[in-house]
């Protein structure tokens, strides 16, 4: 059974950084495509980035682009997103998700709150 558990979420002034974690377990053999999803209250579920298995292709949301940096450890299954320059904006939950053989697995979502 596939499981994505994501983690590292906080509250953080303006201008400041955080690192996301997201851990996949399970049975997964081959290509996959593992990202972060963001949802601000009032607004729709949104794509924040995402990363192949090779590590070669990375997409990006326009709004971070430049401040946000995704990466993966295929040893560990693990995907980090590591975030720079945070805006009020970029207040949000955040969710890790799994792409697999046309499956989407989430994580439970952690809390990202930019505020002074």
């Known amino acids: 059974q596939v499981q994505v558990v994501g983690s590292g979420g906080g509250l953080v002034q303006p201008g400041g950084s955080l690192r996301l974690s997201c851990a996949a377990s399970?049975?997964?053999?081959?290509?996959?495509?593992m990202g972060w999803y963001r949802q601000a209250p009032g607004k729709q579920r949104e794509l924040v980035a995402s990363i192949d298995t090779s590590g070669e292709t990375t997409s990006y949301a326009d709004s971070v682009k430049g401040r946000f940096t995704i990466s993966r450890d295929n040893v560990k299954n693990t995907v980090y997103l590591q975030m720079s320059d945070l805006k009020v904006e970029d207040t949000a939950v955040y969710y890790c998700?799994?792409?697999?053989?046309?499956?989407?697995?989430w994580g439970q979502g952690t809390q990202v709150t930019v505020s002074s």
């Open positions: 998700s799994l792409n697999y053989w046309g499956s989407m697995y």
């Open positions: 399970g049975s997964i053999f081959g290509f996959n495509v």
